[in-house]
């Protein structure tokens, strides 16, 4: 590789206010679930801006692979935390969030208020294939910056192998990857060093935190820090669980909507897809805050609009409580909105507290290989996850009945049309989104 882009100029400092509206932006186009969101990331902090090195970018996804919740969010809330503090930490990760919640509250109202929608299904149509598409590409980009050398190829291989054929659960392969990392930190020492640290043989340039950028002074551990963090988190889970509680009840909808949904953020190991058995069963099974119907037509709503995936949950409060009215059909919407908020309230709380909290004990280690061979191990095996979830999509969008019914030839050729232009023509990932929805809106209103 030509050595042309270690001769540009180190970036220049950033402050919150040059900062914030990118994480807007990012809030408005996190398409393609986390997989396309991490890549979109990538694409801006570490090649285009350099705010981040690829080492270092690395490092923090693979801490957040590792916790409950939503992996892209919390990556966003960790560079933004480690670039201007606690409060760049809280606005990069409410950002990402709050364009998904208004959107998906407007469009769950159109949902249960106006019923089905020929246009809106057209867009849907369109767009599910080229999220088939941006997440295969997501896995690529990832896998080859990643995948340095024969053992992680084989620690990828494994986990696809593992989740798609034997549905082996994702906290087992996390826990199997981090312990054929650090077995391979002991016994193979340079082959998990040079995957440590192969990511900087691509570099974009220096970086403002680059490789060896000391952490700043908020990111070093303190342990006063540490539980006044924790304490300000309790506080920020009881009083509004105590308020629930008092107005209406324990076993009132909003009340059961907050508890039930902050045991569910604390299950996401995985992303969104592996909560969503849990969720279903709750919502729709022990609770009846919707059917079964209006939980998948919630998943098509949450794979196609900005954000992470797991902000489904939004539609599930919204309808559970529009349905239900706590107010009076009067003021249903009013209902559905509160709910909206505050299951998002309750399922990214736990994120914010798990980034602000050990985000100083990850920057200690990201030079320390003993912490960086399992975590490289970890990040191996999320390539697989990921090709899963491309597998996952392709089904479901190219045979909508099975393998026993008809191929969905559009649908195929849509997705071949996105990856040839996200993979031969370098075409951003809102563009082929826009094309793809006009796409099947078109074929969709024809047919």
């Not at 190991?269 to 069963?281: D, I």
């Not at 079964?292 to 919204?318: H, K, N, S």
């Not at 989104?433 to 796409?439: E, M």
Request: net charge positive.
């Amino acid at each position: 590789m030509s050595d042309e882009p270690k001769d540009l100029p180190r970036p220049t400092a950033v402050t919150l206010r040059q900062a914030w509206p990118f994480w807007l932006k990012l809030g408005c186009i996190g398409f393609g679930g986390p997989a396309g969101q991490i890549s979109i990331m990538h694409q801006e902090l570490v090649e285009r801006r350099r705010w981040i090195s690829e080492k270092r970018f690395l490092h923090a996804l693979n801490y957040c692979m590792l916790l409950p919740g939503p992996e892209a969010q919390q990556l966003a809330t960790y560079i933004g935390w480690l670039l201007h503090r606690t409060w760049g930490g809280v606005i990069a990760g409410v950002l990402f969030v709050l364009p998904s919640l208004f959107i998906l509250i407007a469009l769950s109202w159109l949902y249960v208020a106006f019923g089905d929608v020929p246009a809106v299904a057209g867009l849907f149509y369109g767009i599910k294939p080229a999220v088939t598409a941006i997440v295969l590409h997501a896995a690529h980009r990832i896998g080859s910056r990643v995948l340095k050398n024969g053992g992680l190829w084989a620690i990828a291989g494994a986990s696809f192998v593992a989740i798609f054929a034997f549905n082996v659960p994702f906290p087992i392969i996390v826990l199997g990857a981090a312990l054929i990392g650090y077995l391979g930190e002991r016994l193979a020492l340079q082959r998990f060093n040079n995957a440590a640290q192969g990511s900087s043989e691509q570099s974009f340039g220096p970086a403002l935190i680059d490789d060896d950028t000391p952490p700043p002074e908020h990111a070093r551990f303190s342990r006063p820090k540490l539980w006044w963090l924790l304490l300000i988190g309790a506080a920020l889970w009881c009083l509004p669980m105590a308020l629930l509680t008092a107005l209406f009840g324990w076993d009132g909808t909003f009340t059961q909507m907050a508890w039930f949904f902050t045991k569910a953020a604390l299950l996401t190991f995985g992303g969104a897809y592996a909560v969503l058995p849990y969720v279903y069963q709750g919502a729709v099974g022990h609770y009846g805050w919707l059917t079964p119907t209006q939980m998948i037509d919630g998943l098509a709503l949450g794979e196609t609009t900005p954000g992470p995936l797991i902000m489904v949950v939004a539609f599930v409060g919204f309808v559970g409580a529009y349905v239900q009215p706590v107010f009076g059909a009067e003021h249903a919407f009013a209902a559905g909105a509160l709910a909206a908020t505050l299951v998002t309230w309750f399922t990214f709380l736990p994120s914010f507290l798990f980034i602000l909290a050990g985000g100083p004990l990850v920057e200690s280690t990201h030079n320390k290989l003993k912490f960086t061979a399992p975590l490289t191990a970890i990040t191996a095996a999320v390539v697989g996850v990921i090709l899963n979830l491309a597998c996952f999509f392709a089904y479901h969008v190219f045979w909508p009945n099975g393998f026993a019914g008809a191929a969905d030839f559009f649908s195929i050729a849509l997705a071949l049309a996105a990856g040839l232009a996200l993979f031969i023509f370098k075409r951003g990932v809102m563009t082929v989104l826009i094309v793809c929805a006009l796409g099947g809106l078109g074929f969709h209103l024809l047919r």
